[in-house]
């Protein structure tokens, strides 16, 4: 790059033309040290025969050796020569002293138009940053502006998704209680008819009866007033047996009518899908042992299966904690992960059912870890888990037996029986655990750090209730579910006055309590005001007995709880 040069202000020295003198001056006046002098007798001893004495290997003896061939001797120089080369010798000492100003501008001038130069790079290079800096700017404005677009249309897709899922959700409930009414007609019909029947069967045994007196009566008073007494005895002796008879007849009609209806009521229940809290937590309890003494045992003792098991495992709990709040993210790592678990070459059984019991507790760590530090970290984590539960074959049974497992009876909700699901009586060690205790060193984890670790899971699985998918779940993932955990918790009031039941609700209403109001309407606001009773002034009306209970975590969750169904019904009712 050439650059133009300004010219220095200061003026161009003339260059003073030098004259070499004929004298010497700033020369010593003894010149004899410049010059070579004639040979001393010191340089003669140097050359002597005898200091190449070390030479004198190669020949037999010293004298044998050749003397050297003598020196030239120079002549004495002229005056006139002798001058010449001193005043030589004091020009070079001159020149080599002596100071160009001219030289000097020269070197000032270059310094000056590198300066120059390098101040106008710089400000080039300003410029052209400046400018790509501004480029960049408005590249990332028009990729804002395209992602907002692209962000509104998902939006309204989601929407769109959400109303025609509502839509089935309502033709579906619509049906449901069609259904529920026919088999109660039916029911109602059956038990008509028997009552009849029972009342002609009496009816006609009555006057059998009344026949049959009628004709002894006759008889008797043919007989002899002796037998009077006789007979009067024997005839209350057989009403008294016949009236217990009747009475005993009559109770097995109504235990064989109240046996069919609650048959006909369980068999609605499981036509509808519906199912006792009890005999949710059996089954989970049951998927959760033949896990264990199933797959699990044959992977553990088989080492090449363990192996594999061991690299799957490593595979998928990265990707859990790579999760972020970006619906890209939680795709590719829900993409991933499908891979990981069915890939093109199926695994075994074993392996596969190992894999997702080891897939759902890294979720439900993540979800005791992080949720519990930022709630917010719980949508992608539900939003992935809601995926794979569509996706991954018995993996519903799996994830639920594990959140079971971790956090003992709340996802059902349920209180944990006497019994084992077996029937097994329990020890100490295994209720704690099977209450969702966690234990270190023998020691059972404080009630706070339980109340955190269980509402971050449970907040997951709430989200996941009400989290769009594809594809309806299992039953005890989907919406309905939301409904039926508040109704069975407001039922049992055991639940109800502990500290971990009124922290999980306050997860719950938080979650999904306002979407629920959309969706139940009144039925829902009657929930809520029997849950703000419970929080305000007790459970059914019953002073002393609160929601949460009267620990400090518990009052805690149970101003949350109130706090949540006033914003509740608040924001609904602006809208």
């Not at 690299?311 to 993210?329: A, C, E, F, N, V």
């Not at 077996?422 to 404080?446: H, L, N, P, V």
């Not at 109800?496 to 629920?516: I, K, N, R, S, W």
Request: hydrophobic share 35%; glycine share 6%; proline share 5%.
């Amino acid at each position: 790059m050439r650059y133009g040069l300004p010219r220095s202000p200061s003026p161009s020295p003339v260059r003073r033309s030098s004259r070499r003198h004929t004298s010497t001056f700033g020369l010593p006046s003894d010149s004899e040290s410049d010059f070579e002098e004639p040979p001393t007798d010191s340089d003669s001893e140097l050359s002597s025969p005898s200091s190449l004495s070390s030479d004198s290997f190669c020949y037999e003896s010293e004298s044998a050796v050749p003397p050297p061939p003598p020196r030239p001797k120079r002549e004495p120089r002229s005056p006139a020569e002798q001058r010449h080369v001193e005043e030589t010798v004091a020009a070079i000492r001159l020149r080599t002293r002596h100071h160009d100003p001219y030289e000097e501008w020269e070197k000032q001038t270059r310094k000056d138009a590198f300066h120059t130069a390098r101040r106008a790079q710089v400000q080039t290079r300003l410029e052209t940053q400046g400018r790509r800096t501004q480029r960049n700017m408005q590249e990332l404005q028009s990729l804002a502006a395209t992602h907002a677009q692209q962000v509104a249309e998902v939006q309204k897709q989601l929407a769109a998704m959400q109303v025609r899922q509502q839509t089935d959700v309502n033709t579906l409930i619509s049906s449901w209680k069609e259904q529920d009414k026919k088999y109660r007609d039916r029911i109602e019909g059956v038990i008509r008819v028997e009552e009849d029947r029972l009342r002609a069967r009496l009816e006609a045994e009555r006057r059998a009866r009344e026949e049959a007196e009628r004709k002894r009566k006759e008889e008797e008073e043919r007989r002899k007033v002796e037998e009077e007494m006789k007979r009067l005895e024997e005839e209350k002796a057989q009403r008294q047996r016949e009236a217990d008879a009747a009475a005993k007849l009559q109770e097995e009609e109504k235990e064989r009518l109240r046996r069919e209806k609650l048959d006909a009521e369980e068999q609605g229940r499981a036509q509808l899908g519906m199912s006792l809290a009890e005999e949710d937590w059996v089954h989970a309890r049951e998927t959760l042992k033949n896990l264990k003494a199933g797959p699990m045992k044959t992977v553990k003792g088989d080492k090449q299966l363990k192996s594999q098991w061991s690299t799957i495992r490593r595979q998928i709990t990265p990707k859990i904690g790579q999760l972020t709040h970006d619906i890209d993210s939680v795709m590719r790592i829900t993409q991933q992960i499908i891979d990981i678990i069915c890939p093109n070459q199926r695994l075994p059984l074993d392996i596969y059912f190992a894999a997702l019991s080891s897939l759902a507790k890294a979720i439900l760590l993540q979800a005791e870890t992080e949720v519990t530090a930022e709630k917010r970290s719980a949508i992608p984590l539900a939003m992935v888990a809601a995926r794979l539960l569509g996706t991954l074959e018995g993996f519903p049974d799996i994830f639920f037996a594990k959140l079971v497992q971790r956090s003992g009876g709340w996802p059902v909700p349920s209180a944990i029986p006497s019994t084992d699901s077996d029937g097994t009586a329990w020890d100490d060690k295994e209720r704690i655990k099977a209450m969702g205790y966690r234990t270190s060193d023998g020691q059972r984890e404080s009630l706070s750090d339980h109340i955190m670790r269980v509402s971050g899971m449970m907040r997951v699985y709430f989200l996941i209730l009400a989290a769009p998918v594809p594809q309806p779940l299992d039953k005890m993932f989907q919406l309905p579910r939301f409904w039926t955990y508040f109704a069975r918790m407001i039922g049992d009031e055991r639940l109800l006055e502990t500290a971990v039941a009124a922290q999980v609700l306050h997860a719950a209403l938080d979650v999904g309590g306002m979407e629920a109001k959309f969706i139940w309407g009144n039925q829902w606001v009657k929930i809520l005001e029997l849950l703000y009773e419970g929080a305000t002034t007790g459970i059914g009306g019953a002073a002393g007995k609160l929601v949460g209970g009267q620990t400090p975590e518990g009052k805690a969750a149970r101003v949350r709880v109130q706090l949540q169904i006033e914003r509740i019904m608040q924001a609904t009712s602006l809208r």
